[in-house]
């Protein structure tokens, strides 16, 4: 929505819209004052940390993160209070994680901003469990590290490509075979490998 139509909208109204926003938003969306004190938390932070709103209005926001990040934070805070910088990607930074009622934790993507208001200053995360998201890609990173550990030791050649054809990995008995090495087989080098002659119809059909 352009912003001058949202200059134009009475307080009630713009209110009413944010509030309904806030409803509907998936990822958690939490407002802390410059004490770190929570002033608003929408549902999609009931959803993500287990509290009802009810339960955390007024109290720490320090009580949604690990212990062990806690002092960090609020260093953080009061550094970026006075930073130049209206919002960052907490996640450029760093690994974050939030603390649910139960005392675990989730891995978290978040975004942050200080807004000053009527004198005050005020604290807005938006953040998202990212907790499946980060367990498939650390499994997937395990069965890479299984596929290179059996791979490495197979008594045949193995190599891997990617979708256009171009090599992305060789173990050590295809590199025998073949009589290169793992970076002159890389991309399209493994094609070199093959009897000239056979080269084209090879390449063809591999992307055939």
Request: proline content about 3%; hydrophobic content about 45%; aromatic content about 6%.
């Amino acid at each position: 929505m352009n912003r001058s139509l949202l200059r134009d909208l009475e307080p009630k109204s713009l209110g009413a819209l944010l509030s309904r926003l806030l409803a509907i938003a998936d990822d958690a969306v939490v407002v802390a004052d410059a004490q770190s004190r929570i002033v608003l938390f929408n549902e999609g932070a009931e959803h993500a940390f287990g509290y009802r709103a009810a339960d955390v209005l007024g109290q720490p926001l320090t009580m949604l993160l690990p212990e062990s990040a806690r002092a960090a934070h609020e260093q953080h805070l009061r550094d970026f209070a006075h930073s130049q910088v209206p919002a960052r990607r907490m996640a450029d930074r760093r690994d974050i994680h939030g603390r649910r009622s139960d005392g675990s934790l989730f891995d978290a993507e978040a975004s942050i901003a200080h807004v000053e208001m009527d004198g005050q200053t005020f604290f807005a995360a938006i953040l998202r469990d990212v907790s499946e998201s980060r367990e498939a890609a650390r499994a997937l990173g395990r069965s890479e590290a299984r596929f290179r550990e059996l791979a490495a030791s197979a008594p045949v050649g193995i190599f891997q490509t990617d979708a256009t054809g171009r090599c992305i990995y060789v173990n050590a008995r295809w590199c025998a075979i073949a009589g290169m090495t793992s970076a002159e087989a890389a991309g399209d080098g493994w094609l070199r490998a093959v009897h000239p002659a056979d080269r084209a119809r090879l390449q063809q059909t591999w992307l055939g």
